[in-house]
């Protein structure tokens, strides 16, 4: 599973109320279905924490570390494409051999494909696919590795049919409203460009915020002290993702030697286009953390840990590194926080405004 080891990837979700007493009989309502059941659809439901084929689900391993410990798991049996076609051309040559033909016509390669689908797919071994999640109960924040919309969309409507709790995704603008209470539909458009007025721009709270990190971290020296985190730093790094809705190029990414203070980046900034994704060091004192940050979707990739500093027991070892994942996610907020009361104050946004355009006209760049 992705938190017990390596770099993790994982979408953060506020569970308002918690989860109920007897989630984890719950959980076990709702199991995964033995693979002697699957057929030709695809199965899904809950396993423990230990691997994919974790069931039944009990209190033994449902938790670990004292954290709740789960996967959603998805079981269904493949045709691997190269063997599909394959077995297809055969079928199709033996087809014209005995019609006489020099070719087959659409609905005939049709019936071949169905044909020969439903003949291999019941030997196929069957694939599983989860996704985990780790639910801290004390700051009741759960962690998923939910990072595409298609998976988070099941992820979410399992949930809610398993426990009936709603997991709220968090994001700009939901952080936003449970941090600050601000609705950021409140927000007026906003250009970090000199060069284009505000009115042609898109309402992206989370591109505006990564964008504003990226100038804090530059313009602002990139250290703050906070009441609740101390003193601590941010960097921006590449690989770069600039975005903006309208006309013209739509996306470009930056990839190679130093994307920062390339002048691509400098155009795309003078342009209007904002920061989407980039990587995020954060460190306080000899702790450090790193990732890909998806301003958008508010989903974490790649993210490192800091190296324990002692040899720990299995379960030891998994308690400290939702500790630091938790850790991270503290420091995070506290820029984000930053970023709210600097917008929220109207005479502060406006100088802060003027603030990034001056670094977007003036940065430095290496052709």
Known sequence: MSFESGSIATRLFYVVKGLPKDAVTRFNNHVAPPLKNLGSQSQQGWVGGRHLLDVPITEENAYYGGYLRLALVKA?????????????????????????????????RSDIRKQVMARLLPTMPPTLKGIP?????????????????SQLDVFLIHFKATVGVDLIPIAAGTAAAKRRSISVADWSKTSFSPEVPDKEMEDTP??????????????????FNTKQAGEFGIAIEGPLLFTRAGDGAHEISLRKGLPTVSAEAKTALLSGKKLRRAKLLLSRADENWSCSFDAQT????????????????????????????????????????????????????SATKKEIHQWTAERAMRR
């Open 298 to 349: 508010f989903v974490f990739r790649g993210l490192k840990l800091p190296e324990p500093k002692e040899m720990l027991d299995p379960a030891s070892r998994f308690q400290e590194r939702i500790q630091k994942i938790a850790d991270f996610r503290d420091l995070f907020f506290e820029l984000f926080d930053l970023f709210l009361d600097d917008h929220g104050d109207a005479r502060k946004w």
């Open 76 to 108: 269904e049996r493949k045709v691997p494409t190269s063997l599909l076609r394959a077995e297809c051309m055969l079928e199709e040559v033996a087809y014209m051999r005995a019609e006489g033909k020099p070719f087959v016509d659409r609905k005939a």
């Open 206 to 223: 989370g591109l505006d915020f990564l964008t504003w990190l990226w100038f804090a971290s530059e313009a602002r020296g990139g250290v």
């Open 133 to 149: 999640f780790v639910y801290d109960d004390r700051d009741r924040i759960l962690y998923a590795a939910a990072l595409s919309e």
